[in-house]
T-cell receptor
Framework: GAVVSQHPSWVICKSGTSVKIECRSL??????MFWYRQFPKQSLMLMAT?????????EQGVEKDKFLINHASLTLSTLTVTSAHPEDSSFYIC???????????FGPGTRLTVT | KQEVTQIPAALSVPEGENLVLNCSFT??????LQWFRQDPGKGLTSLLL?????REQTSGRLNASLDKSSGRSTLYIAASQPGDSATYLC????????????FGGGTRLMVKP
């Protein structure tokens, strides 16, 4: 089946620093990738949708200057959390949309802790 | 705006029981519906995908049904096992090429031995 990887799986950073999270589709090309955030005991909330080669579309309430998304190729999207603050601590999950089926495949998630 | 609701929010059953998880959505113009499983601190595992033209999908002990007109889906788990303990999420795909998913709040299932 289609596999999506994320790197790193967990990261701890200091307040004010930036963190980059990678999302890769390993055995298929993804025209669209999605980034979600999940706070403890809550469901996933979509942050942004990115299409290869174009600017990401952010959901209402998500700061585009804080959460930079780059979808440089059909197999890689990155999320950079700039000037991280403790309230940005969360579980970030990406997914990739396989063009032929429109089924989304999810990465294993990245646990971000900002101290 | 699509809203997805899952009932119950939490469920505890003894091993061996058959159980039903419910998902309802407000906008019936969907592209597909997916059921996921999430273990604590882990990512999502896709269980079943139902296209909007389909009524149900089955995989092993799992059966998911879809009634678009009434905005409902159910996930049926037969002969539940302790290993089935997890959070089950229902997600509805929007009716466009991007297939943006809207998630329900999830049902936390505990199956007791």
């Amino acid at each position: 089946g289609a596999v999506v990887s994320q790197h790193p799986s967990w990261v701890i950073c200091k307040s004010g620093t930036s963190v980059k999270i990678e999302c890769r589709s390993l055995d298929f090309q993804a025209t669209t990738m999605f980034w979600y955030r999940q706070f403890p005991k809550q469901s996933l909330m979509l942050m942004a949708t990115s299409n290869e080669g174009s600017k990401a579309t952010y959901e209402q309430g998500v700061e585009k200057d804080k959460f930079l998304i780059n979808h440089a190729s059909l197999t890689l999207s990155t999320l950079t959390v700039t000037s991280a603050h403790p309230e940005d601590s969360s579980f970030y999950i990406c997914s990739a949309d396989q063009f032929s089926t429109y089924e989304q495949y999810f990465g294993p998630g990245t646990r971000l802790t900002v101290t | 705006k699509q809203e997805v609701t899952q009932i119950p929010a939490a469920l505890s059953v003894p091993e061996g029981e058959n159980l039903v998880l419910n998902c309802s959505f407000t906008d019936s113009a969907i592209y597909n519906l997916q059921w996921f499983r999430q273990d604590p601190g882990k990512g999502l595992t896709s269980l079943l995908l139902i296209q909007s033209s389909q009524r149900e999908q089955t995989s092993g002990r799992l059966n998911a049904s879809l009634d678009k007109s009434s905005g409902r889906s159910t996930l049926y788990i037969a002969a539940s096992q302790p290993g089935d303990s997890a959070t089950y999420l229902c997600a509805v795909g929007a009716n466009n090429a991007g297939n943006m998913l809207t998630f329900g709040g999830g049902t936390r299932l505990m199956v007791k031995p």
